[in-house]
């Protein structure tokens, strides 16, 4: 089996897998608290059951939640003698959107910027670089109609146009990501700034 989680979001997110199918599922909005909410969350999922593989995001996001979801990865793989490894959470928010052409997930970070990226909404392959910028800079980087998650309505009214959904992850899509947004190593991920500056104004 393979038991997948999320805690980089507003959301704390578990799903457990057997033979590639979601047996069983969990998603909470719970802002915060995922130190005390997520280990019961994954007590009531596995219901008993352990895992071989074990798939944790690793953000970017929240800093707090990333740490405690991964630091929880790492006990449970000593404890059961699993496989640990790290997705891409802005991916497996990306995965929930459904759509056919490409699609920007965004997440609000600290001191007002976002963690952007794209993906193709049919493959869920990135197709551009994971960034962390202020609203007006992360809008130049985006092409998407559809922007995803916590920091879309702030992208999509910088940029002037397109369509914000507010979403968060769900660990049910795990398996829809590539397997290289899939197979990370399980550590908190960084996002960095475009080598070229904005103008001053």
């Known amino acids: 089996m393979l038991l997948a989680f999320d805690t980089s979001s507003a959301a ?12 069983a599922r969990k998603d909470e909005q719970i802002g915060r608290g995922h130190s005390e909410r997520l280990v019961p969350m994954l007590a009531e999922l596995l219901d008993g059951r352990e895992a071989e593989q074990i798939l944790v995001g690793v ?5 707090t939640g990333i740490r405690v979801g991964i630091a929880a ?6 404890g059961w003698g699993a496989e640990v490894a790290g997705m891409s959470s802005l991916a497996l928010l990306a995965a929930g ?18 963690f952007v990226q794209q993906f193709d909404g049919r493959t869920g392959e990135p197709t551009s670089e994971l960034r ?13 109609q559809i922007v995803v998650g916590s920091g879309a309505p702030a992208l999509v ?19 829809k990501l590539p397997e290289p947004l899939r197979s990370l190593p399980a550590a908190p991920v960084y ?11």
């Open 97 to 114: 959107a459904n759509v056919d052409g490409e699609v920007a997930a965004a997440v609000l970070g600290g001191h007002g910027e976002l």
């Open 59 to 63: 953000g970017p996001g929240s800093f």
């Open 157 to 175: 009214t910088a940029r002037g146009w397109g369509e914000a959904v507010e979403a968060w992850p769900s660990a049910a899509n795990a398996l």
């Open 12 to 23: 704390c997110t578990a799903a457990l897998f057997d033979g590639g199918r979601c047996v």
């Open 132 to 144: 962390n910028l202020p609203p007006p800079l992360a809008a130049a980087q985006t092409s998407a």
């Open 73 to 78: 990865a790492h006990g449970l793989a000593i």
């Open 191 to 201: 996002a960095r700034a475009p080598d070229a500056k904005a103008r001053a104004a």
